[in-house]
């Protein structure tokens, strides 16, 4: 079993600046891809960015230019650096890992997945 922790969410006004992080533990190694997804009330989970063991990253059409997934595989942590944030960023966001997911961005894909942070932008 994989545990995931999410941190650093919060509230910033629409042009600031956040930086997430997940811990994970358990029967987790580097070689797990990671991911954030994120959910807003009534939405649908968006998968917003991923990172495979190696660093490859990819990412939704929502982040492109403006978030960036990193990892630090000796502490076992995922970061999502946020930038140029929007209202409509504001969502739970959620960290999750598998060792091989099917689809990047097919929320059930993913096989573990932690409590979620909450990330609030003011107009």
């Known amino acids: 079993q994989v545990q995931l922790m999410e941190s650093g969410g919060g509230s910033v006004q629409a042009g600031g600046s956040l930086r997430l992080s997940c811990v994970a533990s358990?029967?987790?190694?580097?070689?797990?891809?990671m991911a954030w997804f994120r959910q807003a009330p009534g939405k649908e989970r968006e998968g917003v960015a991923s990172?495979?063991?190696?660093?490859?990253?990819t990412y939704g059409d929502s982040a492109k230019g403006r978030f960036t997934i990193s990892r630090d595989n000796a502490l076992n942590t995922v970061y999502l650096q946020m930038n140029s944030l929007k209202p409509e960023d504001t969502a739970m966001y959620y960290c999750?890992?598998?060792?091989?997911?099917?689809?990047?961005?097919?929320?059930?894909?993913?096989?573990?997945w932690g409590q979620g942070t909450q990330v609030t932008v003011s107009s």
């Open positions: 999750a890992a598998d060792r091989l997911p099917t689809t990047l961005w097919t929320a059930n894909q993913w096989s573990y």
């Open positions: 358990g029967y987790f190694d580097s070689t797990y891809f």
């Open positions: 990172i495979t063991g190696s660093g490859r990253t």
